[in-house]
């Protein structure tokens, strides 16, 4: 298998860092774009610093929106993943700096450079893409593939609002043009995440037998896993990773399908809501290929392996 090429839209976030350092241990990290969400911009901006650090990256960091397209948030996810969205450890101030240049622009950039080569990772609210969609409306034709970490195809989801996600309901707006624009990609929904989680025991022993990445993940991990215990959800539940094992290694998908699906933007009761057209009522064309289901086994081995747990 050749490396991915990564271009990593994201908002660190604990399940953000082990899914960027999944992306280090097994493909390229050509940049990340930085989206506020779980926690403001500010800190997310920090935390991809932290993490270039830790893994001495030489990719380069852009800063991009520190708000939603249209609508101000009505919740951030500071109280999963602490309030500096790294588990409140207060790491010392990181010697990684971010580049000047807006992320937005940077991905339209990067991707003008290396047409077709590069694997654009969605981990965030949808923010930053969707702007770059605004400014050039053919970046999809030089994305080789887009991989998306949101939405909630049965209509659990994890926000207060009923039937969202946390990704696409922090900015419904951006998730719209997003979902418009591209004609196909993969989604690896909220749902799919709850079904492909770890066993405690066992991702404790990998954090265990791991390297300095394995601490440091089990510093920040602390607080959503108290929030965890505190909600009734036993094992480990990491979407950004289970995105990133599928950015990584497409054939890790074991089943799809795929639909037309649509961003929910004026409900009474349904803002944010992933809509899904199961049954091609709607004559839009099915852009994208849900997962449903991935090889568990090897979704375990990209995960230790950038845990430096072998
Ligand atoms: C998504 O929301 C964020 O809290 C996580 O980092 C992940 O990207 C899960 O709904
Ligand atoms: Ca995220």
Redesign the pocket.
Known sequence: MTRARLLIDT?P????ALAILMAHAHADIVALSIAA??VGLGHTVRNARVLKDLVHGRFPIHAGCATPLVRAPDED?AQ??GADGLGDVGFPEPAASAEAEAAALALLRLTRERPGELTLVA??PLTNIALALRLDPTLPQRVRRLVV??GAVTGHG?TRSLPA???IGFDPEAAHVVFEAFPAFDLVD?EL?LRHGFVDAEFDAWLAAGDARARFFAKVFGTARAYNARHDRSGVVA??ALAMAVAIDPTIVTRAETRAVAIELDGRLTRGMTVVDWNGRSGCAAQARIVLEIDQARFVALVRGALGAH
């Not at 976030?13 to 953000?16: A, S, Y």
């Open positions: 908002d976030g604990v399940d953000d969400g779980n996810a999963v993943h981990l965030a970490m949101g994890n996600e946390f990704n909220w995440t979407a950004d």
